[in-house]
């Protein structure tokens, strides 16, 4: 047998607790908000450095670099950012390359040219002054519908639902959310559910609360793997848990193939510690960033130098370098040059040699910041 979730209209398949669903409470009145923003106040996260803030400036570069990203590796690079551009107009007027150089190791480069672009655009459009409601902050440069719910809700306390990877999590084992996440239709489905549980009183405090605290939720209760359930503040009213099985929400089908790819970097470097470095094409891999010249092989490399520096090329170890669904493996191919020789014409494209002190302030894909910083270290 399977039963229909109220919330979702999609079919639940019955797990060996199913007659444990009778007389669970319902989760579309004020109970299932009431109890995350209770639970935020006094269990959740309040000293991460982008709370207890209503400046969207702030809230949406926490959202931006949080994306993809975990809340330890963010942190030290959110206050770097506030550091050097204080303000939504500090960062428009800075130059490309050093919010990429600001970026670099965070990965996901798009999203640091979407956010200077998104800083010129409020600026520019907007007179310096973030858009008030979510339908308007969606019309800005990479911001998607959850980021701007999310600062929509913080800031401006708009009635408005987010659903990051935390939030999908929760609400679909709180309702038995069946639906198969990898279709837009079902992802709509789960906005519509997500939009039915929010608060409907007392919106200035309840939402940024609210917002939160399901966010926490996800993020340290109701884990992947290994929920802690006990600890749960809607335990209570959970359809999963109740089921028997909240780890089989939610549903996602469809997964992405892992690939892989090789790539040689030719390394030239003089006795001073510069290094030629090029700008890699957008988009593309490292779209944007500075990098040793890229070569789909060895042999594609020799090619590109004259004969008598070929001899002189000492390898690299090479190693893979991970991406979200691509691994690289990169093999650098070092070439020291005289400055006499470095003046010549011998080094493919349209490159630039940079001293230590120059490129430690580019956007520089993480490898090759590390191959660099180990050589001066």
Same mark, same amino acid.
């Given at each position: 047998?399977?039963? =229909?979730?109220?919330?979702?209209?999609?079919?639940?398949?019955?797990?060996?607790?199913?007659?444990?669903? =009778?007389?669970?409470?319902?989760?579309?009145?004020?109970?299932?908000?009431?109890?995350?923003?209770?639970?935020?106040?006094?269990?959740?996260?309040?000293?991460?450095?982008?709370?207890?803030?209503?400046?969207?400036?702030? =809230?949406?570069?926490?959202?931006?670099?949080?994306?993809?990203?975990?809340?330890?590796? %963010?942190?030290?690079?959110?206050?770097?950012? #506030?550091?050097?551009?204080?303000?939504?107009?500090?960062?428009?007027?800075?130059?490309?390359?050093?919010?990429?150089?600001?970026?670099?190791?965070?990965?996901?480069?798009?999203?640091?040219?979407?956010?200077?672009?998104?800083?010129?655009?409020?600026?520019?459009?907007?007179? $310096?002054?973030?858009?008030?409601?979510?339908?308007?902050?969606?019309?800005?440069? $990479?911001? $998607?519908?959850?980021?701007?719910?999310?600062?929509?809700?913080?800031?401006?306390?708009?009635? %408005?639902?987010? #659903?990051?990877?935390?939030?999908?999590?929760?609400?679909?084992?709180?309702?038995?959310?069946? $639906?198969?996440?990898?279709?837009?239709?079902?992802?709509?489905?789960?906005?519509? %559910?997500?939009?039915?549980?929010?608060?409907?009183?007392?919106?200035?405090?309840?939402?940024?609360?609210?917002?939160?605290?399901? &966010?926490?939720?996800?993020?340290?209760?109701?884990?992947?793997?290994?929920?802690?359930?006990?600890?749960?503040?809607?335990?209570?009213?959970?359809?999963?848990?109740?089921?028997?099985?909240?780890?089989?929400?939610? %549903?996602?089908?469809?997964?992405?193939?892992?690939?892989?790819?090789?790539?040689?970097?030719?390394?030239?470097?003089?006795?001073?510690?510069?290094?030629?470095?090029?700008?890699?094409?957008?988009?593309?891999?490292?779209?944007?960033?500075?990098?040793?010249? =890229?070569?789909?092989?060895?042999?594609? #490399?020799?090619?590109?130098?004259? &004969?008598?520096?070929?001899?002189?090329?000492?390898?690299?170890?090479?190693?893979?370098?991970?991406?979200?669904?691509?691994?690289?493996? #990169?093999?650098?191919?070092?070439?020291?040059?005289?400055?006499?020789?470095?003046?010549?014409?011998?080094?493919?494209? /349209?490159?630039?040699?940079?001293?230590?002190?120059?490129?430690?302030?580019?956007?520089?894909?993480?490898?090759?910041?590390?191959?660099? /910083?180990?050589?001066?270290?």
């Amino acid at each position: 047998m399977a039963r =229909v979730s109220t919330l979702s209209g999609t079919r639940v398949p019955a797990g060996p607790r199913e007659n444990a669903v =009778v007389g669970i409470p319902s989760l579309a009145g004020a109970s299932f908000s009431n109890r995350i923003v209770r639970w935020q106040e006094s269990h959740g996260r309040n000293s991460l450095p982008w709370q207890n803030t209503r400046d969207p400036y702030r =809230v949406w570069l926490s959202e931006i670099m949080l994306q993809q990203t975990q809340v330890a590796t %963010v942190l030290d690079y959110y206050t770097r950012f #506030l550091q050097r551009f204080p303000a939504v107009a500090d960062l428009a007027a800075a130059e490309p390359d050093e919010v990429l150089g600001l970026w670099s190791g965070l990965g996901y480069y798009s999203r640091a040219r979407n956010l200077h672009r998104c800083a010129q655009d409020v600026v520019r459009l907007h007179g $310096g002054e973030f858009p008030r409601t979510a339908a308007l902050l969606q019309t800005l440069p $990479g911001i $998607g519908p959850s980021t701007a719910a999310a600062i929509a809700s913080f800031c401006f306390s708009e009635r %408005v639902a987010i #659903l990051d990877g935390n939030v999908k999590r929760v609400l679909t084992r709180v309702t038995a959310f069946a $639906g198969d996440l990898s279709s837009s239709a079902q992802e709509r489905a789960l906005w519509e %559910v997500a939009t039915s549980l929010l608060p409907r009183r007392n919106l200035a405090e309840a939402m940024p609360r609210y917002t939160q605290g399901v &966010m926490d939720l996800g993020a340290t209760i109701c884990t992947t793997r290994q929920p802690s359930c006990l600890l749960c503040p809607v335990q209570g009213m959970c359809r999963g848990l109740a089921g028997g099985a909240p780890e089989i929400y939610p %549903v996602k089908t469809r997964k992405l193939k892992r690939s892989a790819q090789s790539l040689s970097l030719l390394w030239a470097e003089k006795a001073d510690g510069s290094v030629w470095l090029e700008r890699r094409p957008s988009p593309g891999i490292w779209g944007g960033l500075y990098c040793f010249p =890229v070569f789909s092989s060895e042999d594609a #490399l020799l090619d590109m130098l004259p &004969m008598p520096w070929r001899a002189r090329l000492t390898a690299v170890q090479p190693f893979v370098h991970v991406l979200t669904h691509k691994d690289l493996r #990169l093999s650098p191919m070092v070439l020291a040059l005289s400055a006499r020789e470095a003046k010549s014409k011998g080094l493919p494209g /349209e490159g630039a040699w940079f001293s230590p002190a120059e490129w430690q302030g580019l956007g520089l894909p993480a490898p090759i910041r590390r191959l660099l /910083e180990q050589r001066l270290g």
